[in-house]
């Protein structure tokens, strides 16, 4: 049971590039969700997905996309990278009545 | 809704009380928690109101007539430092996380 895998660990762009950040999780949970981490300002949710095919945008949603066609897998696309996006991403899955997420151990994302 | 954490830095002497403090806004009734995340590690739930238990030492009361879920243990240990993270769900699933408190516990 491996959790919630997220790839890769770290990633250097060039501003302008575009890449995708995998995330994927093994326990059949419907709700997913990305977030990112920023000294000073917790975590904020960038988008989110309760079910395969369903997804939403969070507090900071601008300059990433989402989708969600199996339930195990969430990836979060960056269409453009800007120095802005510099930051460490991290996925949450958790089943829809459950309280508490799991965590993937995050991508630690530098824009330059 | 808004979850505050007054303090980004709190550092205690070992076997010293500790208290991270959060407080929140939210117009329902709200699920609270605490997350922690030790250096390199992911992050991990460590409590939530509901329950009413003690981890690890720790444990937070939810206080509704001062919207605060503050964290607390009387006897800090070092392996106790970490940042923290208080968290609340309110009628939707998704979590809105304070902006987090790095704990240090010094010997």
Known sequence: ?112 | QRVTQPEKLLSVFKGAPVELKCNYSYSGSPELFWYVQYSRQRLQLLLRHISRESIKGFTADLNKGETSFHLKKPFAQEEDSAMYYCALRGSARQLTFGSGTQLTVLP
Request: hydrophobic residues 30%.
């Open chain 1, 1 to 112: 049971n491996a959790g919630v895998t997220q790839t890769p660990k770290f990633q250097v762009l060039k501003t302008g590039q575009s890449m995708t950040l995998q995330c994927a999780q093994d326990m059949n949970h419907e709700y997913m969700s990305w977030y990112r981490q920023d000294p000073g300002m917790g975590l904020r949710l960038i988008h989110y997905s309760v079910g395969a095919g369903i997804t939403d945008q969070g507090e900071v949603p601008n300059g990433y996309n989402v989708s969600r066609s199996t339930t195990e897998d969430f990836p979060l696309r960056l269409l453009s990278a800007a120095p802005s996006q510099t930051s460490v991403y991290f996925c949450a899955s958790s089943y829809s009545g459950q309280p508490s997420y799991t965590f993937g151990s995050g991508t630690r994302l530098t824009v330059v």
